[in-house]
């Protein structure tokens, strides 16, 4: 990694950012589940609050798997290419390992559930495992093959195969959201299907040389500005014309449904309306962070960036726990579950939360810089 500290620092604020952005969303599906409705997405049926509330946590997923691509790239400027490729190799295949056990643990409270649940940390992982064998290739081929899969993408869409295909599992894998019968009674949901977050993972590698040492803090800010700004001016314009990446948006005459409709987009697997909006943003906060890199609050979001897995981990436990005690304490107060009744009080759970976690994810954050020689504190 490079040692520039104000680069780094805007790296894991913007990751600890969206990390709040997670805990809010995950909060949600623990003690709002009760007002879940299909697609929490639906700007035609579901409350605003609950719309902006899920569409906030739209970030997350293209913010971790854009700058694992951008991380890798700084990695490999003190590392050799076969370094680093083993790094993201094994790096790539223990997060797998890790959504298969305890990530599914913690959201099934089994670790042999009749379901796994293939994830964002699975997604991650096997991104990884790509870029592990891409890192190899010029970065203009990988920027071109990330460019071309993000904007490409869905013109795969009508491409659906049945269970009875031979290829229907690694199609499920790569661009289509389904079960795949493992035999018995279990099965795998490819939540995350990963062909668009390879393409994310690849324009994060091609990304990497804008936080070179090389590169000034203005021309840094110039190339984020420019292509954040860009990249939205993209994605209104191929908005407005309503057709290619995404269902089309309609006008209800109500203005803020009709702006829910134009902001709503498909994340399984994220359409390119979902990719262009949430890539531009993700560059314009790296922008902002690291404008106001010098400010204490950019430096204890970092603080929550500086452990990502760690935390990540951490608060699934921890809510798993708390919806167990309430439930022994209250009951199930919302038909089949315990859950809140506003939507203000999810905000309210999560922000308590944050300040909760934030003492033990600094702890471990410390101690992976004070503890360098234990090798597998890295992989967290």
């Not at 609050?297 to 167990?324: D, Q, R």
Request: aromatic letters at 14%; glycine letters at 8%; hydrophobic letters at 55%.
């Amino acid at each position: 990694m490079s040692s520039n500290p104000a680069r780094l620092q805007s790296i894991d604020a913007l990751r600890g950012l969206v990390m709040l952005f997670m805990l809010l969303d995950h909060v949600r599906e623990t003690f709002f589940l009760h007002r879940q409705v299909s697609d929490p997405m639906d700007a035609l049926s579901v409350e605003p609050a609950l719309f902006f509330t899920r569409l906030l946590s739209a970030l997350c997923a293209p913010v971790f798997i854009f700058l694992t691509g951008l991380s890798a790239w700084l990695y490999s400027q003190k590392n050799s290419r076969r370094d680093t490729s083993l790094f993201l190799l094994k790096r790539g295949l223990f997060l797998v390992l890790l959504e298969l056990t305890l990530v599914n643990l913690a959201w099934n409270g089994t670790l042999l559930g009749p379901t796994l649940w293939l994830q964002v940390i699975w997604c991650i992982g096997i991104c990884m495992i790509v870029l592990a064998g891409a890192v190899h290739l010029p970065r203009a081929v990988l920027l071109g093959l990330g460019a071309l899969i993000v904007a490409g993408h869905n013109l795969l869409d009508p491409l659906v195969l049945t269970p009875e295909s031979p290829w229907f599992a690694p199609w499920a894998m790569l661009h289509q959201r389904e079960f795949i019968d493992l035999g018995g009674e279990v099965r795998a949901r490819t939540t995350y299907p990963v062909l668009p977050w390879i393409g994310v993972i690849l324009l994060g590698w091609g990304a990497g040389p804008w936080f070179a040492r090389g590169t000034t803090p203005v021309r840094r800010a110039v190339l984020l500005t420019g292509w954040g700004v860009g990249l939205l001016l993209a994605f209104v314009a191929l908005r407005c014309l309503n057709g290619y990446g995404e269902q089309p948006w309609v006008s209800t005459g109500d203005g803020l449904r009709t702006a829910m409709s134009f902001l709503s987009a498909r994340k399984y697997p994220p359409s390119l309306m979902f990719l262009l909006p949430t890539l531009g943003g993700c560059l314009l906060l790296l922008a902002a962070l690291e404008r106001y890199q010098a400010r204490r609050w950019v430096a204890l979001l970092a603080l929550f960036g500086a452990a990502p897995m760690f935390f990540y981990l951490l608060h699934l436990y921890v809510l798993k726990a708390l919806y167990l005690i309430a439930v022994a304490l209250w009951g199930l107060n919302q038909g089949d579950y315990f859950g809140f009744d506003y939507i203000g009080t999810v905000w309210l759970c999560s922000a308590l939360l944050a300040v909760l976690l934030f003492y033990p994810t600094r702890w471990f954050a410390a101690l992976k810089q004070q503890r360098r020689d234990i090798a597998w504190l890295k992989y967290f």
